[in-house]
């Protein structure tokens, strides 16, 4: 009987441990392993719900944003409840991936990454994965990995369209190398929220992202394929080419961490289309006392235990508890200001 346990915890991940490149050495070492996803929208859900049921033993979910009806269309943990209930992404996923393992630890931090809170939020994990929706974003987690030599993977989907790659620091190429050419990297990308993006994309990306999670964290290095690998399920074109290093690469090279660094960090961004976030100053606000208070003075005030919602007609202004706000209906950070001022104070 002093067995039970081992053989509850092998019955459920018998399929895994069957499978030759995993097996029960690769097993026990995914229950010790920890990861980190950033972004959970719908690469990072959809990623993260497969290394829970896979059996990883501490994960990380980070997200700025909240659930919305126009998410469910893709991103695979989140219902319509919600999306009524406007829960942040971040809690509602670990609701569901408790739901999907209950044996493993799951946390959720409603935050934007950014250069000050990085070392906080990515430290101690043994992979960081990718579900961002900027590359602001994902130079700060390349910087941040080659600096600390920790393996992340890149990932990303718009439209029919997915690229993905293990980024392991000083062994493979990293971001900095696939992107910063001498045409200089321009930050400009078509996004989810000019052109769409569709389900099957997503899920085929963070198969791959997972299935090259799985094995880093089960230790097998040497089956890792190494590739920059791409896909558009519309036109069925799979490509997968070799990302050699860039021998003067201003990350892995060079090693100028320029968007740890932050320098150029601005406090208004544009978060999706027709909407900016305003991450001035990071406070603790009291969510209650603020929604009483600008209760007369603006239209539809609600609020749970996470963020606070209120329109100033045409706007839409979501508050979060750490200061934090997205307004819709703009992309002027002037504007942003203004009303972040007005409503909650400078
Ligand atoms: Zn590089």
Redesign the pocket.
């Known amino acids: 009987m002093d067995s039970a346990p081992q053989s509850v915890f092998f019955d459920r991940y018998s399929r895994q441990v069957l499978f030759s490149g995993i097996g029960q050495r690769g097993q026990e070492r995914l229950t010790c392993g920890s990861a980190v996803v950033v972004g959970c929208g719908a690469i990072g859900a959809s990623t993260a719900a497969l290394l829970a049921r896979a059996g990883v033993g501490r994960l990380r979910i980070i997200d700025r944003d909240f659930v919305e009806p126009s998410n469910l269309q893709r991103q695979s943990l989140f219902d319509e409840s919600d999306a009524r209930e406007s829960l942040p992404k971040a809690i509602a996923a670990v609701q569901k991936l408790r739901a999907i393992n209950s044996a493993i630890f799951i946390e959720g931090i409603v935050a934007d990454l950014t250069p000050n809170n990085i070392e906080e939020l990515l430290s101690g994990f043994d992979l960081i994965l990718d579900g961002t929706d900027n590359f602001e974003t994902r130079l700060l987690i390349n910087d941040f990995a ?1 600096k600390c030599n920790r393996a992340w993977i890149y990932a990303a989907a718009v439209g029919s369209y997915g690229v993905t790659m293990t980024i392991r620091p000083g062994t493979t ?2 971001l ?2 696939l992107l910063e050419d001498d045409r200089s990297f321009t930050g400009v990308e078509e996004t989810c929220d000019t052109i769409g993006v569709l389900g099957p994309v997503v899920q085929l990306i963070s198969s791959l992202e997972s299935a090259e999670a799985l094995k880093l964290l089960a230790g097998k290095e040497d089956s890792l394929h190494g590739r920059l690998v791409s896909c558009d399920v519309w036109s069925g074109r799979f490509q997968s080419v070799a990302a050699p ?2 021998a003067d ?1 201003r ?3 060079r090693r100028e961490f320029s968007y740890l660094e932050g320098a150029a960090q601005p406090h208004v961004t544009m978060c999706g289309r027709d909407s900016v976030q305003i991450h001035e100053r990071s406070r603790a606000l009291d969510l209650a006392a603020l929604g009483a208070r600008l209760g007369p003075s603006v239209e539809s005030v609600r609020h749970n235990e996470f963020l606070l919602r209120f329109r100033v007609p045409p706007y839409e202004m979501t508050v979060f508890a750490d200061g934090r706000a997205i307004l819709k209906g703009s992309q002027d950070p002037a504007v942003a200001r203004s009303l972040y001022a007005r409503f909650i104070g400078s």
């Open positions: 080659v190429a990293c900095a190398c290093r860039k690469c990350a892995c090279a």
